[in-house]
């Protein structure tokens, strides 16, 4: 029986953001949000981030693999 504890764990790994180009919570302060563009909606703030105030997303090997483990977790 799978459980929730043999999911894959995802590996984090450094983004920039989408929008800016900031690479951490620091450098987001000073430009997306700095911008005040509501078209921009303001992508820094909701990006994930480690301890240190880096973006971080999930590396597409291990989203893949989550995703996989996932679908048999529920059965699928
Ligand atoms: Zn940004």
Known sequence: MASKTELPALVMAPVDCPVCGAKTVAQADKRCKANQDPSLKANCMVANHDDDGNF????AES?????????????Q
Request: proline share 6%; no cysteine.
């Open 56 to 59: 971080v997303m999930p590396t």
């Open 63 to 75: 989203y893949a693999a989550f995703e996989k483990g996932f679908a048999a977790f529920i059965g």
